[in-house]
């Protein structure tokens, strides 16, 4: 018989399941009949033991594994037969009224995947990001390698200024007390570089070596120093030395500190374009993702399974507490983590992860073998052994599985771009990279 489903609030559903006791009954008794052949009690021999004993030591517990069993196959009956997908593990309760006396009864309540429509997508407006490698952005980046290898010289007279090495000696005190962590001697810096909150590097910028200076510095509210967070302290400091930066010059010898075998520059600065370029494409490609999913998810009007959210919050609470012991917290596994913390990012993956999988299964965008080896091919290209990382991908499923998931965002990313209205977007160098806010 069809089992009548009641709806509730939103996903949620509920189904009524009974079973006989006479089943129940009847099974407990074979049961107990196999128990009986090898069952052992003081007194008797091995599979001599009385029914009326077996009954009392065994039967209570195995009555207990049959309702179990017997609810969890109606159940699983019951959710076959109405043909609904169920999101979650069902929580039972038991009937207690109107239910015969030769019956144990129960109310299944779960949650259902929604019905997700797959929105048109030629209506939809997404950004494709784009980037050009010029020779500016080649000389800055070896200019950055040339200055991460800098020897600094000291100059008598110079005042200390952005890429200068500054020594210094200084001293913190907070209502004339000095605190932990705000004294050294000889601490050696570069200007320019944000080491330093920006107030202390302005006050030592424009110093020479033997100048002496005192000024406040107003800690910012989420410093990591907790005891000095918020606080305003009088630092004092004396300038030991300046030192000039002196970059290598760009021969073979630079060329081969920085891993090119034949010394060879020309062949060093296209290592770098390239490097350059993979390093865009990757960007502008998460960018362009980021605009797909956000435009999916706008268009994704349906409920979430709370189950799914909730199992996606402990997710991500595990994630955390594995990312804080590759930091080294000693209580990584105690300290508390509020799954609710992750919350709306949970209702935001499972919402996505729905409709790009209906996506999926309706236009057929799922990941072919060929497409997965060229991704990992792809991939290899960035190790020195190429051919035993496509072999290692290639042999370990879990691996092979990861570069799958990669592939299957792609497919959907060039599926919408193929249908949706497209803006090309052009994005500045050091914005995509992040370096806009230093160089300023």
């Not at 020309?266 to 502008?284: G, M, P």
């Amino acid at each position: 018989m069809q089992p009548v489903v009641e709806t509730l609030e939103g996903l949620e559903r509920r189904i009524e399941i009974s079973v006989a006791l006479a089943d129940v009954e009847l099974a407990v008794k074979s049961e107990l009949k196999k128990a009986a052949r090898t069952a052992k009690s003081p007194g008797f021999r091995p599979g001599k033991v009385p029914m009326s004993i077996l009954e009392r030591s065994h039967a209570p517990g195995i009555r207990y594994d049959v309702i179990n069993q017997k609810v969890g196959q109606a159940l699983d009956e019951s959710l076959q037969k109405s043909g609904l997908k169920v999101a979650g593990s069902p929580s039972l309760e038991p009937k207690q009224e109107g239910v015969p006396d030769d019956t144990l009864a129960f109310f299944a309540t779960f949650e259902v995947y929604p019905e997700i429509m797959v929105p048109d997508l030629s209506v939809m407006t997404v950004k494709r990001a784009s980037c050009a490698v010029t020779e500016a952005e080649v000389e800055k980046t070896l200019t950055v390698l040339r200055e991460q290898r800098a020897e600094y010289v000291a100059e008598e007279g110079r005042s200390a200024g952005d890429n200068d090495q500054v020594k210094i000696d200084f001293v913190g005190k907070i209502d004339d007390i000095a605190f932990d962590g705000g004294t050294a001697e000889d601490f050696a810096f570069v200007l320019g570089k944000g080491r330093m909150l920006p107030e202390f590097e302005a006050a030592v910028s424009g110093l020479k070596a033997g100048d002496e200076k005192t000024f406040p510095l107003s800690f910012p509210a989420d410093y990591g120093g907790k005891e000095v967070a918020g606080k305003t302290a009088q630092f004092t400091i004396k300038v030991k030395e300046v030192a000039r930066p002196e970059l290598p010059v760009i021969d073979e010898a630079f060329a081969k500190s920085l891993g090119q075998a034949e010394g060879s520059v020309e062949k060093l600065t296209t290592d770098i374009r390239q490097n350059l370029e993979r390093e865009v494409q990757s960007r502008t490609s998460s960018r362009t993702k980021a605009s797909v999913m956000d435009a999916l998810l706008a268009a994704a009007d349906f409920d979430v399974p709370k189950a799914l959210v909730a199992t996606e919050s402990e997710s991500r609470v595990a994630a955390a507490r594995e990312e804080l012991k590759q930091r080294g917290l000693p209580n990584a596994e105690t300290i508390p983590i509020p799954p609710e913390t992750f919350a709306d990012e949970a209702k935001r993956r499972v919402k996505l992860g729905l409709m790009i999988g209906e996506l999926i299964r309706q236009v057929g965008l799922q990941a072919k073998p060929e497409q997965v080896r060229e991704k990992i091919e792809k991939f290899a290209q960035n190790y020195e052994q190429p051919a035993q990382v496509v072999s290692y991908y290639l042999s370990d499923r879990q691996r092979r599985a990861e570069i799958e998931a990669i592939v299957l965002e792609d497919n959907v990313v060039d599926h919408v771009l193929a249908k949706a209205k497209v803006t090309d977007e052009t994005v500045v160098f050091d914005e995509l990279m992040g370096t806009s806010a230093q160089a300023a």
